[in-house]
């Protein structure tokens, strides 16, 4: 059975539905965009499927959107994970032609709330944890060499020797 037919039992609406790449729950990609946001990025899944409803124009229960939310997020953690060994092996393919000529690394640690993944739904045990996050930039200079900021203060200068 395809993953669809549980959703579209008509053949035909299957065969329609992988042709659009709507999800197993007959959602479109854009639609799945907006559920999988809410319900990282909200509090709770109860109020991502408020904000979709208030948002979105798109009414949604919390039952629905934990567990696009959570597939969501299980295929993107397994995708990292494949780039991951695939980098480690020397075999992950560069994203730029040319390496950048200019890059940015951002590195910031603060504390954030967790609470226990197992159980049924709500918060439990709440507690404090650390975390650590990277954002790696880069940037493309304009085609022309001329600096447009020739004179810059002297303190902003690394004095070596």
Known sequence: MRRCESVFPSSH??????????????????????????????ASFEQA??????????????KQVQPITERLGAERAAQRDA???AFRAGSLAPT???????VA????A?????RADDGPPGVRQPHWGETKVGCFLTYTPPADDS????????????RRG
Do not use: W
Not at 19 to 38: I, T
């Open 13 to 42: 609406l299957c065969i329609f539905a992988e042709r659009l790449r709507l999800g197993g729950e007959g959602y479109s990609p854009s639609l799945l965009a907006k559920v999988e946001y809410a319900g990282a990025n909200e």
């Open 83 to 85: 780039e991951v060994v």
């Open 49 to 62: 499927g408020g904000a979709l409803g208030m948002l979105a124009e798109f009414s949604i229960r919390a």
């Open 96 to 102: 730029h032609a040319e390496p950048p000529s200019v």
């Open 105 to 108: 690394t951002h590195l910031d």
């Open 147 to 158: 600096d447009p900021h020739r004179s810059r203060p002297g303190r902003s200068l690394i």
């Open 110 to 114: 603060g504390k954030i709330q967790f």
